[in-house]
């Protein structure tokens, strides 16, 4: 049974700096493609990264281009996300997600990843 566990999250001042983690259990190491999306309040859930199974592919929505970074290490099964300057536009719950193949032109739709974790909450305050 996949399961991916997410954690990092917290409270920051806009400027501030917070690397979120998701750990993959029950996958094959290194295969998978991977996913970070958002949901604000009253808001749909947003794809914000994207990362390819050898990190030679990356995808970002563009109002987080520059500021977040997505990486993974494929010999621990775990994905990341760096968040730089952070805004208070960028509070929401934190969602990783996973599946064998996702098609680059979908990497931002969420019915495009089977396996999900329960999020991690970011919080950032002016």
């Known amino acids: 049974q996949v399961q991916l566990v997410e954690s990092g999250g917290g409270s920051v001042q806009a400027g501030g700096s917070l690397r979120l983690s998701c750990a993959a259990s029950g996958m094959t190491d290194g295969s998978n493609y991977w996913g970070w999306f958002r949901q604000a309040p009253g808001k749909e859930r947003e794809g914000v990264a994207h990362?390819?199974?050898?990190?030679?592919?990356?995808y970002y929505a563009a109002s987080v281009k520059g500021r977040l970074t997505i990486s993974r290490d494929n010999a621990k099964n775990t994905v990341y996300l760096q968040m730089d300057s952070l805004t208070p536009e960028d509070t929401a719950m934190y969602y990783c997600?996973?599946?064998?193949?996702?098609?680059?032109?979908?990497?931002?739709?969420?019915?495009?990843?089977?396996?999900w974790g329960q999020g991690t909450q970011v919080t950032v305050s002016s």
């Open positions: 990362i390819a199974p050898r990190g030679d592919r990356t």
């Open positions: 997600a996973a599946d064998a193949w996702v098609a680059p032109s979908r990497w931002a739709d969420a019915n495009a990843y089977l396996w």
